[in-house]
């Protein structure tokens, strides 16, 4: 952690800060979007943070800070949107962006069509589809050559979904005709844009863990019963340190997916590490909920923001059953002895 | 919040050459049959190998070159203790010496203590054990009750330890102990550290069996032991805050999620390359848990190295690695056809019956899990 990335984090802080509210998440649960909120990011350029200049560890940071204040906004979306185009040398646009597919085995196609392209399948779970200006759409041509689309949101019929928090889940139906510009061939596949949304999620579960653990101690400390504040009861200090365990690992976790990103990912590293966080979500969500009693069942009280979200981004871009089999095929594929190495990723040159 | 800050560990070309050399080293040293004891945890008390890894200069890695040691970084002895721990080496007999022994004395002992005994833990010649736990003083190590009293030129110590490891072949003892009548208004006063040789008159040692047959550990007693002023550790009284800065470094290790890595190794190597897809499921959430939990403790070290006090971090490293490193058996059980057995000549089986037998003991040593709760819980700011 240096200078620059504790000013990002104080300043982000802050932002989140005056511009999420109860209110904020009323509308955008109702379906609206947050105007005022996103104008603030890209005010201070947080929607952009690669453009900004922000390293793609420190933008996941930045992602982990707003999983943190629950802020209603596609940040990790756009984010990897953006770092796809420059990726594929296609100019980055600006506004919310989002990416599809982001279910396994979808496709969509794509074929040259008199000096354009034309587009055409349909993508559902999409995130954020409905408030995108744009979308990346990974797609293949029938050769199977992956390619990728900027796809203007207006140009798909897309039909609402949302997640356990209502944030949008949108299917994509398109079949649509890009100009020659919007269109470039791909330098990697699915999984790497699988390995994206897995370690973006990562960086969320942490901040939400993190949120989750805040508002547990906080009213641990507050709620009186029997006489005392229940944080002086010994069952609820060893649950909440659980609790804190399960963010410290998220924390951690976190901290990997940010180093093992690249356009040649470290897909050990971020499958390890969204497991693991996948687990810490479900964990460490009960325990929040329990040190609440009642008042965490609320929708007023803002545990739930962080806990419905924690409840969706254990699963999205893969949960356990899909990376940990990943981890131990790894790990079995090798000889006894090269298995520290492999785990580790310290195999002799 | 400043507790679930886990920082990326600097990026160091020494230390992963330096991987390199140790695993080039344990290759030639760790020949099968190599005798070990059955201690579970780490793997076995050789002080053969202990010479001859202080002869390699990764002992006392992080003091300074006056008293023996190496001044390298945290970081780099943090990779020589994986890679010793991974491979299974007998690391028991100057492990404790050089964890926290050494670094005690560095910091508060005197300058006969230091330049008589410190180059030796770096050596690999010289080893310790720890005298806190009593019979009526567990986790509550306030209440302990062996008691020095000043004579002239110095102290006359009755009382009885327990559970001291390795007592019976260790030179030294950091002994923790009462020095001064019970303060009611501060329970954390009038206890002090000795540096105790094991051969002083009046020291008894009865070696005390486990449930795993073995005896390494055992009571001692002191009867009427007579220590010079000069075996103070630091100042009389004050030895409650000297004892805080050693835990960090006791609980946060790779020890604490590698003790069983053994049975893991010799499980995945029977089950093949080709284990089903339940096997690779729960094989690889093992492998990611170590794999997040490395990345904890290796952030410790790195805190520990900018001088920081990670001593929270460091209790979660301890728990959440016990705690996996107790689900070891039931994951083998559920994957492997196999029963443990201590005399069995299959590895896997025989190493079942070790990680079994020794798993309960990972959440009782060094603090246990409800002391490790209520240190987190302290830190979150729940209770005094
Ligand atoms: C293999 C092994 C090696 C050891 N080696 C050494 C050694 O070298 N030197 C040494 O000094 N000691 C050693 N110990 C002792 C170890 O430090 C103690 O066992 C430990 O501190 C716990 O003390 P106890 O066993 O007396 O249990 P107790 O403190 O009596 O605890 C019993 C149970 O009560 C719980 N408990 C106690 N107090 C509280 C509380 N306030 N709140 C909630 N729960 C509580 C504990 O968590 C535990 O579950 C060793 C122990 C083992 C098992």
Same mark, same amino acid.
């Given at each position: 952690?240096?200078?620059?990335?504790?000013?990002? !984090?104080?300043?982000?802080?802050?932002?989140?800060?005056?511009?999420?509210?109860?209110?904020?998440?009323?509308?955008?649960?109702?379906?609206?979007?947050?105007?005022?909120?996103?104008?603030?990011?890209?005010?201070?350029?947080?929607?952009?943070?690669?453009?900004?200049?922000?390293?793609?560890?420190?933008?996941?940071?930045?992602?982990?800070?707003?999983?943190?204040?629950? /802020?209603?906004?596609?940040?990790?979306?756009?984010?990897?949107?953006?770092?796809?185009?420059?990726?594929?040398?296609?100019?980055?646009?600006?506004?919310?962006?989002?990416?599809?597919?982001?279910?396994?085995? !979808?496709?969509?196609? &794509?074929?040259?069509?008199? +000096?354009?392209?034309?587009?055409?399948?349909?993508?559902?779970?999409?995130?954020?589809?409905?408030?995108?200006?744009?979308?990346?759409?990974?797609?293949?041509?029938?050769?199977?050559?992956?390619?990728?689309?900027?796809?203007?949101? +207006?140009?798909?019929?897309?039909?609402?979904?949302?997640?356990?928090? &209502?944030?949008?889940? +949108?299917?994509?139906?398109?079949?649509?005709?890009?100009?020659?510009?919007?269109?470039?061939?791909?330098?990697?596949?699915? +999984?790497?844009?699988?390995?994206?949304?897995?370690?973006?999620?990562?960086?969320?579960?942490?901040?939400?863990?993190?949120?989750? &653990?805040?508002?547990?101690?906080?009213?641990?400390?507050?709620?009186?019963?029997?006489?005392?504040?229940?944080?002086?009861?010994?069952?609820?200090?060893?649950?909440?340190?659980?609790?804190?365990?399960?963010?410290?690992?998220?924390? /951690?976790?976190?901290?990997?997916? =940010?180093?093992?990103?690249?356009?040649?990912?470290?897909?050990?590293?971020?499958?390890?590490?969204?497991?693991?966080?996948?687990?810490? =979500?479900?964990?460490?969500?009960?325990?929040?909920?329990?040190?609440?009693?009642?008042?965490?069942?609320?929708? !007023?009280?803002?545990?739930?923001?962080?806990?419905?979200?924690?409840?969706?981004?254990?699963? !999205?871009?893969?949960?356990?059953?899909?990376?940990?089999?990943?981890?131990?095929?790894?790990?079995?594929?090798?000889?006894?002895?090269?298995?520290?190495?492999?785990?580790?990723?310290?195999?002799?040159? | 919040?400043?507790?679930?800050?886990? $920082?990326?560990?600097?990026? %160091?070309?020494?230390?992963?050459?330096?991987?390199?050399?140790?695993?080039?080293?344990?290759?030639?040293?760790?020949?099968?049959?190599?005798?070990?004891?059955?201690?579970?945890?780490?793997?076995?008390?050789?002080?053969?190998?202990?010479?001859?890894?202080?002869?390699?200069? *990764?002992?006392?890695?992080?003091?300074?070159?006056?008293?023996?040691?190496?001044?390298?970084?945290?970081?780099?002895?943090?990779?020589v203790l994986e890679e010793m721990l991974a491979a299974g080496a007998p690391i028991n007999a100057h492990y404790v010496a $050089?964890?926290?022994?050494?670094?005690?004395?560095?910091?508060?002992?005197?300058?006969?203590?230091?330049?008589?005994?410190?180059?030796?833990?770096?050596?690999?010649?010289?080893?310790?054990? #720890?005298?806190?736990?009593?019979?009526? @003083?567990?986790?509550?190590?306030?209440?302990?009750?062996?008691?020095?009293?000043?004579?002239?030129?110095? *102290?006359?110590?009755?009382?009885?330890? #327990? *559970?001291? %490891?390795?007592?019976?072949?260790?030179?030294?003892?950091?002994?923790?102990?009462?020095?001064?009548?019970?303060?009611?208004?501060?329970?954390?006063?009038?206890?002090?550290?000795?540096?105790?040789?094991?051969?002083?008159?009046?020291?008894?040692?009865?070696?005390?069996?486990?449930?795993?047959? $073995?005896?390494?550990?055992?009571?001692?007693?002191?009867?009427?032991?007579?220590?010079?002023?000069?075996?103070?550790?630091?100042?009389?009284?004050?030895? *409650?805050?000297?004892?805080?800065?050693?835990?960090?470094?006791?609980? @946060?290790?790779?020890?604490?999620?590698?003790?069983?890595?053994?049975?893991?190794?010799?499980?995945?190597?029977?089950?093949?390359?080709?284990?089903?897809?339940?096997?690779?499921?729960?094989?690889?959430?093992?492998?990611?848990?170590?794999?997040?939990?490395?990345?904890?403790?290796r952030s410790v070290a790195a805190m520990l190295q900018q001088g920081q006090d990670p001593a929270l971090q460091g209790a979660?490293?301890?728990?959440?690695?016990?705690?996996?490193?107790?689900?070891?058996? $039931?994951?083998?059980?559920?994957?492997?056809?196999?029963?443990?057995?201590?005399?069995?000549?299959?590895?896997?089986?025989?190493?079942?019956?070790?990680?079994?037998?020794?798993?309960?003991?990972? @959440?009782?040593?060094?603090?246990?899990?409800? #002391?490790?709760?209520?240190?987190?819980?302290?830190?979150?700011?729940?209770?005094?």
């Amino acid at each position: 952690m240096n200078d620059v990335t504790r000013m990002l !984090e104080d300043t982000a802080a802050r932002l989140f800060s005056d511009h999420v509210d109860r209110a904020v998440h009323a509308a955008a649960e109702a379906g609206e979007w947050p105007a005022a909120l996103w104008q603030a990011l890209e005010d201070s350029g947080l929607t952009q943070p690669l453009e900004a200049g922000l390293s793609l560890p420190e933008a996941m940071g930045l992602l982990q800070i707003a999983a943190q204040h629950a /802020a209603p906004v596609p940040l990790a979306e756009t984010l990897c949107a953006a770092w796809m185009m420059a990726n594929c040398g296609i100019e980055v646009s600006t506004g919310p962006m989002t990416i599809a597919p982001v279910v396994r085995g !979808e496709t969509l196609r &794509l074929e040259r069509r008199g +000096d354009g392209w034309h587009l055409a399948g349909r993508a559902t779970r999409v995130p954020w589809g409905r408030h995108a200006t744009s979308i990346a759409v990974l797609a293949e041509t029938d050769d199977g050559a992956l390619h990728v689309a900027l796809l203007p949101r +207006d140009a798909a019929a897309i039909i609402h979904g949302g997640n356990t928090a &209502l944030e949008p889940r +949108d299917t994509l139906i398109v079949d649509t005709a890009l100009p020659v510009g919007a269109v470039a061939r791909c330098p990697f596949g699915y +999984d790497v844009l699988r390995a994206f949304g897995a370690a973006m999620r990562t960086a969320q579960i942490a901040g939400a863990l993190e949120r989750a &653990l805040e508002l547990s101690v906080t009213y641990a400390g507050q709620r009186v019963q029997f006489g005392r504040a229940i944080g002086k009861f010994q069952a609820i200090q060893h649950n909440l340190a659980l609790l804190a365990s399960q963010a410290g690992a998220a924390a /951690a976790a976190a901290g990997m997916v =940010a180093e093992a990103l690249s356009a040649t990912p470290d897909m050990l590293m971020i499958a390890a590490a969204k497991g693991r966080a996948s687990e810490a =979500a479900s964990a460490g969500a009960a325990i929040a909920h329990q040190a609440h009693g009642a008042i965490g069942f609320t929708w !007023e009280y803002p545990l739930n923001w962080a806990t419905r979200r924690l409840w969706s981004w254990r699963d !999205e871009f893969g949960n356990e059953t899909e990376w940990y089999p990943l981890v131990g095929a790894v790990v079995a594929g090798r000889e006894p002895a090269g298995i520290w190495p492999a785990m580790t990723g310290t195999e002799a040159a | 919040m400043d507790l679930l800050r886990f $920082d990326a560990p600097p990026v %160091s070309p020494e230390a992963e050459a330096l991987r390199q050399e140790v695993r080039t080293f344990l290759r030639a040293e760790l020949k099968p049959g190599l005798s070990r004891d059955r201690s579970g945890t780490l793997g076995g008390f050789n002080p053969e190998f202990s010479r001859k890894v202080g002869a390699r200069g *990764w002992l006392g890695m992080t003091y300074p070159k006056q008293y023996g040691g190496h001044e390298r970084s945290m970081l780099e002895r943090y990779v020589v203790l994986e890679e010793m721990l991974a491979a299974g080496a007998p690391i028991n007999a100057h492990y404790v010496a $050089d964890r926290q022994s050494g670094p005690l004395l560095l910091r508060f002992g005197n300058e006969d203590q230091k330049h008589e005994v410190v180059p030796r833990i770096a050596r690999g010649e010289c080893y310790f054990c #720890i005298g806190m736990s009593e019979p009526d @003083s567990g986790s509550d190590l306030a209440s302990v009750r062996t008691r020095a009293v000043e004579t002239n030129g110095g *102290w006359r110590v009755n009382g009885t330890k #327990i *559970w001291t %490891s390795y007592a019976e072949r260790s030179h030294y003892m950091i002994l923790f102990c009462r020095s001064a009548d019970a303060d009611p208004k501060d329970r954390q006063a009038g206890f002090t550290q000795f540096l105790v040789d094991m051969k002083t008159p009046g020291l008894t040692i009865n070696p005390i069996r486990n449930l795993a047959g $073995d005896t390494n550990f055992n009571e001692v007693l002191f009867q009427d032991m007579l220590l010079p002023d000069s075996a103070v550790i630091g100042k009389a009284g004050n030895a *409650w805050k000297q004892l805080t800065s050693e835990l960090a470094l006791e609980r @946060s290790g790779p020890d604490r999620f590698l003790a069983g890595f053994k049975l893991f190794r010799t499980l995945v190597g029977q089950l093949g390359p080709d284990p089903g897809e339940r096997a690779r499921l729960e094989l690889g959430r093992h492998a990611a848990h170590m794999m997040v939990l490395r990345r904890m403790s290796r952030s410790v070290a790195a805190m520990l190295q900018q001088g920081q006090d990670p001593a929270l971090q460091g209790a979660m490293v301890k728990d959440l690695g016990t705690t996996l490193e107790q689900s070891l058996p $039931d994951m083998v059980r559920q994957l492997a056809p196999v029963e443990g057995d201590p005399e069995a000549e299959d590895e896997l089986a025989a190493a079942l019956a070790d990680v079994t037998q020794n798993a309960p003991s990972y @959440s009782i040593r060094g603090g246990t899990r409800e #002391i490790l709760r209520s240190t987190i819980a302290r830190g979150l700011g729940l209770r005094q």
